[in-house]
């Protein structure tokens, strides 16, 4: 008998190729499902109101209770299927638009118009455990009960956090967006024009290395005189964390900028798409919290339909990164040349040609934790509990001595 390429003594042997899916199901869908996944900033969920959100393939309804509390719950209204985002919210209730039936917080349907009593007792909708957190609205869509939501102390600490609206939404698999977390080198060409317009300088390759901790991985660099920088920061399965700065007017008209971090959670909304969503810490409190959130709407006005249009034009070779518009800020260029290099790619796969070498040291150990930790699901062995350490953020803006 022929055994499967992917069989070795009766088991599974997890390959990249099983990285790229993660519908309902997929050993990759399974494993990202173990850990909660933001489904969307908290401020873009209002009150009262309810809304769909596709996540691994799967659509979900997420709606706010007039008392603030977040939930998600299944898409299609279990009577008659049609989409329960449409429905009204009342209470901590939701009301499907069609028939009128009602579902409590539970997902119990508790109101049945013109049907008999007892009727509604036997339906009850699928749930997810739901919160928000940093920002963004997070659930649990996976096997089991849900573990504690994973902290990010740093994030915690006193000072301002946002999530801006420079949301990622790009038509190309997650692991085309989670190998560039670990990919330092493309950093001198990929954003040459950025750097270019804001810093006049032409980087360099760094020289950085790679290595495993207890949250995922670490790029770090050795500088001449000794100490270790780690410049970027992975937290399995799917967050990238740099250092991030910014500029900001006191009251006094003084401008000052401030050094804080950046966490980047990349979901896949399906195989072939997927978004990106930044948290921004800064350690500002009192006037200068005051100052910096004052500019905050410029800060949410992000163009992000300009840079679509650009970037799609560049991938149709009616354009190029140099040509665009000059008022993009840096972010916003970075945007731009990030989504040419990843939205060009192929996806990840068995079947796409690779040529690794040792400065893809970063996503070389990326793909071996995931291909671990999805052979350790496929054999019912425990995964690893990933967790984030206090003074992460330190590390990375102001190194320290190996
Ligand atoms: S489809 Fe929802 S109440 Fe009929
Ligand atoms: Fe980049």
Known sequence: MEVPMDVVDGRTQVTNGDLYSTK???????YLRRFWQPLGRSQDVHVGRAYSRKIMSELVTVYRGENGRVHVVQSHCPHRATLLSTGWVEGDTLRCHYHGWKYDETG??????????????????????????LG???????????????????????GVVEVPALIEFWPCNLFNRIDNAGDPGHIAYTHKESLRRSTGFKLAPPNCSVEETAYGTRAFEQLPDGTTIYPSHFHMPNINQVGARAQF??????????TGERLFFRVPVDDEHSVSYTVEHFPLETEDASAYL????ERQDQRVAELRAHSEAILR???????????????????????????GQLPISD???????????????????WRRELQALADGRPLQNWTAPAGLNALGLTGGTR
């Open 24 to 30: 309902p199901g997929t050993l990759a869908g399974r």
């Open 108 to 133: 119990q349907c508790v109101e049945q118009p013109g049907e008999d009593a007892g009727f509604a007792a036997k339906i009850c909708l699928r749930t997810y455990p739901a919160q928000d957190y």
């Open 136 to 158: 963004l609205v997070f659930a649990y869509l996976g096997e089991g009960e849900a573990p504690p939501i994973r902290r990010f102390p740093d994030f915690e600490q006193p």
């Open 249 to 258: 007017k006191t009251a006094s008209g003084e401008m000052k900028f401030v």
């Open 294 to 297: 004052a500019t905050r709407s």
């Open 317 to 343: 070779n009616e354009s190029t990164v140099e040509e665009a518009d000059p008022t993009f800020t840096t972010q916003q260029m970075f945007w731009i040349e990030d989504y040419v290099v990843q939205v």
């Open 351 to 369: 079947d796409r040609e690779e040529h690794l070498g040792r400065t893809d040291a970063g996503i070389i150990l990326i793909r071996k934790l």
